[in-house]
């Protein structure tokens, strides 16, 4: 079982171009998420969805732009890469957003650097 | 916003045992999660608690005290693939996993 892919692994992007992170489940979760890691910071939320139709923003949502047309997909958007961007991108999946039992699990991550 | 505190790092001989602690603020609690993370690959989900007390899953163990904002990962009979960050992650009144910033935990021989 794939459970959850993305690509690209790594990129390196110059400053104002754009940029999509492309997220896949083949679990058929309800709920996706998009994390960005940094030294330090830990995991910080992005934009989640609960489920296919619907996003939310989390906590660092400036920037940054998501879809969710199908259950599987989840797709990440920066509109004008800055080089605060430059980061580790962690998407994840779980069942259903609304239990204290819901467990999230995530995918191998993308390195993104912004010059 | 939340808080969340870990210590950054920790070092141990293999064979023996390591506690890393967490501490949290939050608004609202819906459980508690572990996460072990080796370097250069995704957090894997190690455990999870909700109501005060101990769960134990074969070397690993997790404490949580509602009350005291509080919970350890205990490692037992450690070996060289347990070197890794392992993150603390409390669920909020939202829903939403807050995570700490992580232990990165060194294991000597």
């Known amino acids: 079982t794939a459970g959850i892919t993305q690509a690209p692994t790594s990129q390196i992007l110059a400053a104002g171009r754009s940029m999509t992170l492309r997220c896949t489940q083949d679990?058929?979760?309800?709920?996706m998420y998009w994390y960005r890691q940094d030294l330090g910071l830990g995991l910080r939320l992005i934009h989640y969805s609960n489920t296919a139709g619907t996003t939310g923003k989390g906590e660092v949502p400036d920037g940054y732009s998501v879809s969710r047309a199908n259950t599987d997909d989840f797709p990440l958007t920066l509109a004008s890469a800055v080089p605060s961007q430059t980061s580790v991108y962690f998407c994840?999946?779980?069942?259903?957003?609304?239990?204290?039992?819901?467990?999230?699990?995530f995918g191998p991550g993308t390195r993104l650097t912004v010059l | 916003g939340q808080n969340i505190d870990q210590p950054t790092e920790m070092t141990a001989t293999e064979g023996a045992i390591v506690q890393i602690n967490c501490t949290y603020q939050?608004?609202?609690?819906?459980?508690l999660f572990w996460y072990q993370q080796h370097a250069g690959e995704a957090p894997t989900f190690l455990s999870y608690?909700?109501?005060?007390g101990l769960e134990e899953k074969g070397r690993f163990s997790s404490f949580l005290s509602r009350s005291k904002g509080y919970s350890y990962l205990l490692l037992k009979e450690l070996q060289m693939k347990d070197s890794a960050s392992y993150l603390c992650a409390v669920r909020d009144g939202d829903y939403k996993l807050s995570f700490g910033a992580g232990t990165t935990v060194t294991v000597r021989a």
């Open positions: 994840a999946s779980s069942e259903t957003s609304g239990s204290s039992t819901d467990t999230q699990y």
């Open positions: 608690n909700v109501l005060d």
């Open positions: 679990m058929r979760h309800n709920a």
């Open positions: 939050t608004s609202g609690f819906n459980g």
